[in-house]
Every structure is written in C-alpha cells, then in structure tokens.
C-alpha cells in the first residue's frame, strides 16, 4: 500500500511512503480491538471508590427495641442498612481493574486498528519537520494545512519533540504521540491520523 506524502503547507510532494501490508492490509480483528481497549480503560481507573458498611459507620450499637412483642418489625441497631444514615449493603471497596492480555493480542489489535484508519482514508503522510520555536499558531496553520482543523487528531511522531508537543498542547482535539507509544485506544480514538516519514519507520516494524 502506498499513500502521497504531504509538506507541513499541505502541498502533494509528488513523493510515495510505502506501508507496511502486514500492518495496514490484514483483514481487522475488532474483537482485539474491542479487548484492548477495554484494558486501557481499565488500567486508567484508580479503583479508590469506597462506602462505609454497617460495622464502619459511627453510631451505637445497641439495639434499639426487643426482638419481639412490640408490634412492629425486628429491627438491630442503628446503624442497620434499612434505616436512614445506616450502612449501605454490598457497597463498592477498593479494587484493581487491571487485567492481563497476551503481547500477540496487542499487536493484532493495534495493526486491526490501523488497518481501519487505512480502509476509511484517515491516515495522511506528512513529511518531517519541527518548528522553530514552540507556537500554538504554528501548529494551528499546520492542521489547516493539511485540512484537519476541527478534527480530533492524532499526529505520530519518530520520538519526542518539544517543540511540536508544546505548540499542539493548547489545541482542542489534539494528541501528540511518539510512533513507539502508539497503542490501540489512541489510534481508535482520534478521526484522522498525521503520521510521519520517520514516525512511518517506526510503525512499520512494529
């Protein structure tokens, strides 16, 4: 599979990148996909929720009429679930959500995801660049450029650039990835995906 590759002013280079078709041309396993998000979702959730139960809430425990005779239901003391203020029944405790998939499972799931992007159009190649210092503007010309101005967008980088992360912080929409940290839930979560030359590299071997 070949795509255009694009200069930061949008123009066509007249230039072609080669993807890799054992990443961007197997048939998609959404099932995989659907696994590994929900992984990374899980791994992101702290776990701390917690309500008091009835032996944890401050109150006495005396009981509050004798068992039976008095007309109405039994009843222990007050901190009973059944009365207002009491100890809540079966509430949530502090738990790990984190669970264990296989590394094969991940890959699949990561190439399934960017062979969607492929299939739909919504991988563009762009050529390498940085910017001179670190502009929202800049960045913000850029996406217009390229005609992504208002789309959530992922751009894949080779590694890590300053320069182009500070420029693209404080643009709604936007995420700047390194193309080694690229993960399922980052590619399924953007609409369009700016990937490039060097960052290409990095993928294809992935």
């Given at each position: 599979?070949?795509?255009?590759?694009?200069?930061?002013k949008?123009?066509?280079?007249?230039?072609?990148?080669?993807?890799?078709?054992e990443?961007?041309a197997?048939?998609?396993?959404?099932?995989?996909?659907?696994?590994?998000?929900?992984?990374?979702?899980?791994?992101?959730?702290?776990?701390?929720?917690?309500?008091?139960?009835?032996?944890?809430?401050?109150?006495?425990?005396?009981?509050?009429?004798?068992?039976?005779?008095?007309?109405?239901s039994?009843?222990?003391?007050?901190?009973?679930?059944?009365?207002?203020?009491?100890?809540?029944?079966?509430?949530?405790?502090?738990?790990d959500?984190?669970?264990?998939?296989?590394?094969?499972?991940?890959?699949?799931?990561?190439?399934?995801?960017?062979?969607?992007?492929?299939?739909e159009?919504?991988?563009?190649?762009?050529?390498?660049?940085?910017?001179?210092?670190?502009?929202?503007?800049?960045?913000?010309?850029?996406?217009?450029?390229?005609?992504v101005?208002?789309?959530?967008?992922?751009?894949?980088?080779?590694?890590?650039?300053?320069n182009?992360?500070?420029?693209?912080?404080?643009?709604?929409?936007?995420?700047?990835?390194?193309?080694?940290?690229?993960?399922?839930?980052?590619?399924?979560?953007?609409?369009?995906?700016?990937?490039?030359?060097?960052?290409?590299?990095?993928?294809?071997?992935?």
């Amino acid at each position: 599979m070949e795509l255009a590759i694009y200069n930061i002013k949008g123009e066509d280079t007249g230039r072609k990148a080669v993807l890799n078709d054992e990443i961007f041309a197997i048939d998609p396993n959404e099932h995989a996909i659907y696994l590994d998000v929900k992984q990374y979702l899980a791994n992101q959730r702290q776990g701390t929720h917690k309500s008091k139960e009835r032996s944890e809430i401050s109150g006495s425990t005396r009981k509050l009429h004798k068992q039976k005779g008095g007309g109405g239901s039994r009843i222990g003391d007050i901190n009973s679930p059944v009365l207002v203020g009491g100890g809540r029944v079966f509430g949530p405790r502090p738990r790990d959500y984190r669970f264990k998939l296989n590394k094969k499972l991940k890959q699949l799931a990561r190439r399934s995801a960017l062979a969607l992007k492929a299939q739909e159009n919504q991988i563009t190649i762009v050529e390498d660049f940085t910017f001179e210092a670190p502009k929202t503007k800049n960045y913000i010309n850029f996406a217009k450029n390229l005609k992504v101005d208002g789309v959530k967008t992922l751009l894949v980088l080779a590694g890590q650039d300053n320069n182009v992360y500070l420029s693209s912080r404080n643009v709604p929409n936007t995420a700047v990835m390194a193309a080694s940290d690229l993960n399922t839930y980052a590619v399924m979560n953007n609409k369009a995906l700016l990937v490039t030359e060097s960052g290409l590299e990095v993928i294809n071997k992935l």
